[in-house]
Antibody, heavy 118, light 110 residues
Framework: EVQLVESGGGLVQVGGSLRLSCAAS????????IHWVRQAPGKGLVWVSR????????IYADSVKGRFTISRDNAKNTLYLQMNSLRAEDTAVYYC???????????WGQGTLVTVSS | QSVLTQPPSVSAAPGQKVTISCSGS????????VSWYQQLPGTAPKLLIY???KRPSGIPDRFSGSKSGTSATLGITGLQTGDEADYYC???????????FGIGTKVTVL
């Protein structure tokens, strides 16, 4: 069974940092692109970032470019999102999602809540 | 403001049909595959339709997808109370080099 389990969310002050993790199981992690998607409270889905299967290529939404870094450890079947210079508008539930390249997301984690407070 | 336009809400009685439109442009829907996601209250999104019209294993054929030009449509027939959820369309935008979602459509079963 494919599983994605996010962790690392919590309360952080404006300007602070946080690192999210996404532990994968039930599939060959190193064969898939993985994405981060976030959802602010009561709002819609917003794509944040993606990394290709071997970690050699990563792209970001303009809203997080230069502040967030996506990475992966295929030996540990784990995806990461390092979030720096956090802003109030980064407050959201962050989901990791398995991607079929960039066409669609077939499995999603349960999400982890990040709250950025001033 | 989203790159993809969806109606905020649609509603119908049990057993009826609803359609949800998703309008984009030549740089997103016009050029790339569309997928649809269902998000039940308090849960993570779930893939409903991919590659414009294909259904993942386990998704009933009451759900259908289509695409024409720069627009896509999700159809739900035989509406059930369990279908009450938010539905999002999504696709890659080749100009933005980003994946984009619609604002989401809330389906209410009357």
């Amino acid at each position: 069974e494919v599983q994605l389990v996010e962790s690392g969310g919590g309360l952080v002050q404006v300007g602070g940092s946080l690192r999210l993790s996404c532990a994968a199981s039930g599939f060959t992690f190193s064969s898939f692109w993985i994405h981060w998607v976030r959802q602010a409270p009561g709002k819609g889905l917003v794509w944040v970032s993606r990394i290709n299967n071997d970690g050699s290529s990563a792209i970001y939404a303009d809203s997080v470019k230069g502040r967030f870094t996506i990475s992966r450890d295929n030996a540990k079947n784990t995806l990461y999102l390092q979030m720096n210079s956090l802003r109030a508008e980064d407050t959201a539930v962050y989901y990791c999602a398995r991607g079929f390249v960039a066409d669609y997301f077939d499995y999603w984690g349960q999400g982890t809540l990040v709250t950025v407070s001033s | 403001q989203s790159v993809l336009t969806q109606p905020p809400s649609v509603s119908a009685a049990p057993g009826q049909k609803v359609t949800i439109s998703c309008s984009g442009s030549s740089s997103n829907i016009g050029k790339n595959y569309v997928s649809w996601y269902q998000q039940l209250p308090g849960t993570a999104p779930k893939l409903l339709i991919y590659d414009n019209y294909k259904r993942p294993s386990g998704i009933p054929d009451r759900f259908s997808g289509s695409k024409s030009g720069t627009s896509a449509t999700l159809g739900i027939t035989g509406l059930q109370t369990g279908d009450e959820a938010d539905y999002y369309c999504g696709t890659w935008d080749s100009s933005l080099s980003a994946y984009v979602f619609g604002i989401g459509t809330k389906v209410t079963v009357l």
